[in-house]
């Protein structure tokens, strides 16, 4: 038997029936139990479950990555397909290094079972940024340009997130990454970006539409694709706004890297990217972005003032720094943090919870929500983030709630949307 809690498994309700069965009769057994009508044996481990209530408290998530949220067990069935196989790249130039190409087709096909590819497409243990970013390479061309299996991930993101009780999501990725190159040197033209973000759009609303929960986008340039920016920029504008319904898209961020922050190091990547933050801006799109993760905590003054962010992914480098917590949090800046993240990235490097930089930054009154980033690629989920500040770093219950009300407050949700996903908080 499984013993993982029902929202944490990641494989397809449609292809596996048990998923909503088996929900449905562990929560009816857990109200049962817990209403006192069932006898259970009180063993240790089923002490903890009765203590557990039937679903997770409602919570919001701001910083979760479609791309690393993708179902394994999809792509893997898509991988037996042996025109998909043929179509994988032999060689990917990985921008952070060059002088080692990834040979994706031969990482994959010494996968010979289930799981060797999801331990392939898992990072654990290395506490690397750049390993975690080499997960993606991988996997990410199996899915990519491939509209179904991308609007049926789109659906399974969202039943995954009600089946947390994640009440308001803004789930983010990038269209260009997720596109079929179809041009000279691995291009890809707005065309085909924009493909990805209209499958992605209608498995988000086909999944809202199930499940009641509000789950909105956030469009990402990557750091080392500047030729991306401006038109992921377009997107956002395509897809935002009343008239794009629900699911728009109602930010944008530049994810995988802090390097174009430099610009006398990297004024190729500065230029262009700074330039779309600021066409953002005055276009009314709202800007998140990472920085101060695991670079310079300087990174997270730039974002603010020079790209205009009102959140910061990560940030965690801003606990070394008092003066710029007091900054941030006179400025009403929010943190979006990712504990299990934060660990495995190497964005943070201690062993301590209890002194992870989250705790001093609630301590210094920032605004901070929790999330989990990649949970494909990190085994986690929303609900294991939570259990983490809770029981690992000390945070209690009601601060915990707290936080969810106050994320959902800093969210780029509508203010009609906010008061309806705060009714439930």
């Known amino acids: 038997a499984n013993s993982s809690p029902i929202w944490q498994f990641e494989t397809s309700s449609m292809e596996e029936p048990w998923y909503f069965v088996g929900s449905i009769i562990v929560s009816y057994l857990l109200q049962r139990q817990s209403a006192g009508r069932l006898s259970i044996n009180k063993s240790a481990s089923s002490s903890r479950n009765a203590e557990r209530p039937s679903s997770p408290p409602p919570s919001v998530e701001l910083h979760v990555h479609l791309d690393g949220a993708l179902c394994n067990s999809l792509l893997w069935s898509r991988l037996q397909d042996p025109g998909v196989s043929s179509r994988l790249p032999r060689s990917v130039r990985l921008g952070w290094d060059p002088s080692r190409p990834l040979d994706v087709r031969s990482e994959l096909a010494a996968c010979k079972t289930y799981p060797d590819f999801v331990n392939l497409c898992t990072c654990k243990g290395s506490r690397s940024l750049n390993d975690m970013l080499r997960c993606f390479e991988i996997f990410s061309p199996i899915v990519r340009g491939d509209e179904r299996l991308l609007e049926r991930n789109a659906l399974e993101f969202v039943r995954r997130q009600k089946a947390q009780n994640v009440v308001y999501t803004e789930v983010r990725y990038s269209a260009h990454f997720l596109a079929s190159a179809d041009g000279p040197d691995s291009a890809v033209s707005l065309s085909s970006a924009r493909a990805v973000v209209s499958a992605v759009t209608r498995g988000l609303r ?18 080392w ?13 395509e897809f935002s706004g009343p008239s794009a319904g629900s699911c728009r898209v109602v930010g944008v961020d530049i994810a995988a890297g802090e390097e174009h922050f430099d610009a006398g190091r990297f004024p190729g990547l500065h230029g262009p990217h700074a330039d779309a933050m600021r066409r953002a801006r005055e276009a009314g799109l709202r800007v998140t972005l990472h920085a101060g993760e695991n670079a310079d ?12 962010a009102e959140r910061i992914g990560h940030g965690y480098r801003a606990a070394d720094d008092e003066g710029m917590l007091s900054s941030m949090a006179k400025r009403g800046v929010h943190f979006e943090v990712c504990p299990t993240s934060s660990y495995e990235t190497g964005g943070w490097t201690g062993e301590d919870w209890s002194a992870h930089p989250v705790r001093k930054m609630m301590d210094c009154g920032l605004s901070v929500s929790i999330n989990s980033d990649d949970p494909t690629v990190f085994k986690t989920s929303a609900v294991e983030e939570v259990r983490i500040v809770e029981e690992k770093v000390g945070v209690g219950k009601e601060r915990i709630r707290e936080v969810m009300r106050d994320a959902l407050e800093k969210s780029f949700a509508s203010d009609e949307e906010k008061k309806q996903v705060m009714a439930l908080l």
Not at 297 to 308: F, L, R, S, W
């Open 206 to 223: 086909s999944g809202c539409e199930e499940t009641g929960v509000v789950v909105n986008q956030i469009l990402c340039c990557i750091n």
């Open 225 to 237: 694709r500047p030729e991306w920016a401006d038109g992921t920029v377009s997107l956002a504008l």
């Open 297 to 308: 905590p300087d990174n997270i003054q730039k974002a603010v003032d020079v790209y205009g």
